[in-house]
């Protein structure tokens, strides 16, 4: 018993884990909470702030905060450290998170339903093409195109359906390409 409780304890650690580990992007909609602070203060700080052209939400009391490469959870100790170090608040919380919908990737070529797909955290290359209907007739399953952070690799997902350890995570902007095969 005590054996099963340790493997269920790390098993939602690990996925736990896996939650909000993309990093922030332009664009990105947070939801920033204040907590630990006057109620009034929190109606006034609380709300939802949008990732602008230059990588940054501006917020009261601090003014513009780089955002774009943190994860929520470096923004959250990024705020509270600004806003305690400005000695504007002595314990304020903060709870950054990211808006639902908001974040996506873009899977096209010979799938059977090509086009934008929500961003999930446990998001990987086989469950990406899996949500856009799976490979048509006419797919190349050894040649798919996945392009992360300008930088573009050739996955086999034939190697992936052999051993799903090698399947890949997928980030939000990520675009899979699925050519279709000549013979």
Do not use: C
């Not at 608040?89 to 639902?100: E, F, G, L």
């Not at 006419?138 to 052999?162: E, M, N, P, S």
């Amino acid at each position: 018993m005590k054996t099963l409780f340790l493997l269920a304890l790390g098993f939602l650690a690990t996925v736990s884990a896996g939650f909000a580990q993309a990093p922030l992007r332009q664009g990105d909609a947070l939801e920033i909470r204040l907590t630990g602070v006057p109620v009034d203060e929190i109606q006034q700080f609380t709300a939802v702030y949008t990732i602008d052209d230059g990588g940054s939400i501006n917020l009261p009391y601090i003014g513009y905060v780089k955002a774009v490469g943190l994860l929520p959870n470096q923004l959250q100790v990024d705020l509270e450290k600004k806003l305690r170090d400005g000695e504007i608040y002595t314990h304020p919380s903060i709870t950054v998170v990211v808006q639902a919908g908001q974040r996506f990737l873009s899977i096209g070529g010979a799938v059977r339903g090509p086009g934008r797909i929500p961003y999930s955290a446990d998001l990987t290359l086989m469950s990406a093409i899996n949500t856009a209907g799976g490979f048509n007739d006419f797919a190349d399953q050894k040649r798919v195109r996945l392009v992360h952070d300008g930088k573009a690799q050739v996955i086999d997902t034939r190697k992936i359906r052999k051993d799903p350890t090698l399947d890949v995570k997928v980030f939000p902007g990520d675009q899979i390409e699925v050519p279709q095969s000549w013979y």
